[in-house]
């Protein structure tokens, strides 16, 4: 299966993005690098999908020779029935979880930055407006918005703390400016406000260039960092957006989820392809694949439908990873109790 849909995804890619990449002028060698990565990002993804329709395949011409009646009247328990799909159904859940934790996430890295140099010219790869961020204990930094072509923020805040947390300095400008040349930000219509014994000192300035201890890439990280982050660094990496306070935390949060969710979803797809393919229908193979297909896709619509409501919305991450797998869990077991029966 992999081998038959893996192909035909890379030929219909390629046909809908050749043009961009004559226009561009894409090295072969970075394009051949490219379906190298995309192979193994998609493959990962439609692992467990591959895993379902291949056991419909298998279970549902057992089943039209009537093999599985043949070894159910010989003494073989339908549990004992099932445990080769559940050894196969662990090989893979341990491939897709070692695959999607430490190898996908070094794809990823050129995978999507071919994406954004080649076929999203122009577009945002960052979070760009209401960038909020704490530094560290002590600093905290917010702009309205940021333009990363020109690197230019917009209605620039910095705040200082003490040890105590009370405000030491505060400093706003117009515009804050990143200059790559210099490794300096300059600063439009400067204003720093300092808090000393109840006093207040204002300076300000037209211009001011000076030094911050972040970077862009602390500022906004780039929208699909999370993905190119193998497990131990995705964990630090939430711990250390989580400290800073960062708006978009339920993303990475959701993908750290996912990683453990798409073993799980094997066994889950294993039992309900089982289930499906085990009973004789009328219309043959045919029948039983479009049946388990549109089971299957519902899992997936699921899936998609809660991963954006954690993404879009204040839902927890935690839940739209349980909410489908829940759902489609209970659905699993009460189809195999019917096949069994």
Do not use: C
């Amino acid at each position: 299966m992999f081998i038959i849909f893996i192909p035909i995804s890379i030929l219909a890619s390629l046909a809908e993005k050749i043009n961009k990449i004559l226009d561009n002028k894409a090295p072969l060698l970075e394009v051949l690098e490219y379906y190298g990565n995309f192979t193994l990002v998609l493959g990962n993804i439609l692992m467990p999908i591959l895993l379902f329709l291949s056991i419909i395949f298998f279970t549902t011409r057992l089943t039209e020779r009537s093999e599985i009646v043949a070894m159910l009247s010989s003494g073989v328990s339908f549990n004992r029935f099932l445990r080769p799909y559940f050894i196969g159904a662990t090989i893979v859940a341990i491939l897709i979880f070692l695959m999607g934790s430490f190898i996908v996430p070094n794809a990823s890295v050129q995978y999507h930055e071919f994406e954004y140099d080649y076929f999203h010219k122009g577009r945002n790869d960052r979070q760009t407006r209401n960038i909020f961020n704490q530094i560290n204990n002590q600093d905290y930094v917010y702009v309205s918005f940021f333009d990363p072509n020109r690197n230019i923020g917009y209605y620039f805040t910095f705040e200082h703390f003490n040890e105590d947390q009370t405000l030491d300095y505060k400093i706003t400008s117009t515009n804050i400016k990143w200059v790559p040349v210099d490794t300096i930000y300059s600063l439009t219509s400067y204003t720093k406000r300092k808090f000393r014994e109840g006093k207040e000192i204002i300076e300000k300035k037209r211009q001011l260039d000076t030094l911050f201890n972040f970077t862009i890439d602390d500022l906004m990280p780039v929208s699909y960092i999370a993905e190119t982050k193998n497990l131990f660094e995705l964990n630090e990496f939430i711990d250390d957006q989580q400290r800073r306070g960062a708006s978009n935390v339920n993303v990475y949060i959701l993908a750290k989820y996912k990683r453990w969710a798409l073993p799980i979803s094997a066994y889950i797809l294993t039992i309900i392809s089982v289930s499906v393919a085990s009973i004789k229908r009328r219309g043959g193979m045919g029948t039983t694949l479009a049946f388990g297909m549109f089971i299957g896709f519902i899992y997936v619509f699921f899936e998609r439908i809660f991963g954006v409501l954690a993404k879009q919305a204040d839902f927890s991450p935690l839940m739209a990873i349980l909410i489908p797998n829940v759902l489609f869990g209970i659905l699993a077991f009460i189809m195999l109790q019917r096949a069994k029966r």
